[in-house]
């Protein structure tokens, strides 16, 4: 997942804060973030392409060889290896078919139960989206957050997203900042907005325009649209920033190309 570029957007639900919601447009987006991410578990996103070139022959001893290392992939995991049961796993999906993802998900919560933390974060992933398993959204949340305890780049900007939007599961704007905090320092957009929209709103933490605005303009220097909007708001309106209409308009004009371009581009695919 390093150098993915994920188009992620964010809007608080329930009742209504002092500070405005998000803009509906945003929200519609937001959950491409778990679709990205849970799509990671398609087996596709794991084969390879094109063949081998050593004909009949060739293919024989290439499987002779998979099934070996299969094999003792296999007996390392039996004995309580979680790097084992998750590159098994990971083998089991590569050659897909129903069999061998059920098979796949049987290692991959052996490799979770052991404590490796991709593991975790893949099973959590399955377990919010129902992919392969039972969907399971509060569990999904506590596999993600022992990955993030763990220290995956990734769980902990996932379950700070979670805490902050509420939903499925209960929101909790301590735990929101607590797991966003890092990713966002890190660069992560997504973690960066969610940030932001903590301090805008007084969310767990006491309200503070100045370090939203700052938070804004991180992810908005990474081209991410929301942010992009959101601070062209705050400069039009004095909020945390000197009011300067004229980068306001620049930002907000920044915003609906940002959204159109990723618009259209979801659209092709």
Known sequence: ?????????IESEG???PRRKAAPFFMALAFSALLVLAALLAPDSARSAGGSDGGVLGERSAAHSETADLKALEKAAEGG?????????????????????AEAMKWLEKAANSGDPEALFRLGLASLSGRLMKRDFAKGVELLEK?????????GAIAGF????????????VKAREYSLPSAEKGDVLSQYVMAALYSGGLGVDRDDAEAARWWARAAELSYGPAQYELGRAYAEGRGVPKDLEKAVELLQKAAETCMSFTVNNLER
């Open 81 to 101: 290896d979680a790097q084992a049961a998750y590159k098994l796993y990971q083998a089991l999906i590569k050659n897909g078919g129903a069999e061998g993802e």
């Open 15 to 17: 009742e209504e804060t």
């Open 1 to 9: 997942m390093d150098g993915e570029k994920r188009g992620r957007i």
């Open 162 to 173: 979670l805490f902050f939007k509420g939903g499925n599961v209960a929101p909790d704007y």
């Open 147 to 155: 990955s993030a305890a763990l220290g995956h780049p990734n769980a």
